[in-house]
Nanobody
Framework: QVQLVESGGGLVQAGGSLRLACAASGSFSSINFMGWYRRAPGKQRELVALIASGGSTNYADSVKGRFTISRDNAKNTALLQMNSLRPEDTAVYYC???????????????WGQGTQVTVSS
């Protein structure tokens, strides 16, 4: 079983910064991609940032230039550094990872439990 555990959410004023961490644990062969999604009240879940095993990244237009995703493959962790936060960034942030349980087996999708980020104006 693979578990993704998020940490680092909280309350911050507009313009402030937060860093989210996602740690993968369990028995698996490799992690392909790791990413962050968010769901704001009354809105659909949206992709925030994604990082592949080789380091290539993808960001939502709304966070480009403000958020940075990184990963430590040796520690199976992903970080999301969030700067210049805005009230519209308020949401529950979920870690997502594509994981191969064995060798060249299929890639399975896993989700964390979510962490609340609240940005006050």
């Amino acid at each position: 079983q693979v578990q993704l555990v998020e940490s680092g959410g909280g309350l911050v004023q507009a313009g402030g910064s937060l860093r989210l961490a996602c740690a993968a644990s369990g028995s698996f062969s490799s992690i392909n991609f790791m990413g962050w999604y968010r769901r704001a009240p009354g809105k659909q879940r949206e992709l925030v940032a994604l990082i592949a095993s080789g380091g290539s990244t993808n960001y939502a237009d709304s966070v480009k230039g403000r958020f940075t995703i990184s990963r430590d493959n040796a520690k199976n962790t992903a970080l999301l550094q969030m700067n210049s936060l805005r009230p519209e960034d308020t949401a529950v942030y979920y870690c997502n990872a594509g994981v191969r349980l064995y060798g060249l087996g299929p890639m399975n999708d896993y989700w964390g439990q979510g962490t609340q980020v609240t940005v006050s104006s």
